[in-house]
Every structure is written in structure tokens, then in C-alpha cells.
């Protein structure tokens, strides 16, 4: 493996930068949220009454989390979307 992980967010190797976001602002924003996760390589910590509630990550980076602690990678297939069911 390279000295850089997958798991760093610039080509010099830093970890990650994580962000604290408002809920509210995350469901207003959560298509850029979304880029920033995956193209800037952010992850955002979602908070509600400055009590913290998830932490958005890249999917590359949950399934390394995943496999580090001996868990299974449990993302939903295709199949499983319901976005791709038809109505």
C-alpha cells in the first residue's frame, strides 16, 4: 500500500478536514454536502441543538472503517434502492 491511504483528502497525505454542519442547513444544502464528502474529501458532522448526530463520510472511506474494525460492508445493492424501483 502507498504511504497515502485512501482515506486522506489531499495528494500531501492530511487526514480528512471535518466540518460541523446544522441539519437544517444540511437538508437545504445536501446535494453540495454531498460533493464536498466525495470530491473534497470532507467529512461533515451533522449536528442539531450542538448535540451531534451522524458524520457524513465518503462510501471508500466507510468501507476501509469497515474492514479495519473486522465488520461487514453493509451497503445497500441496487436492488435495495428505492429510488430504482419503478412507481
Known sequence: MSPMSKGTSAEDGRLPRTVRMKSAD???N???VMGRVQYGREHIQAVRYQDP???I?????YEQACRAMGEEVRLPTG???PDSTPR
Not at 463520510?57 to 472511506?61: F, G, I
Open 30 to 32: 445536501i446535494v453540495k
Open 79 to 81: 436492488d435495495d434502492d
Open 57 to 61: 463520510v465518503p462510501v471508500d472511506w
Open 26 to 28: 444540511l437538508r437545504k
Open 53 to 55: 448526530q451522524a458524520v
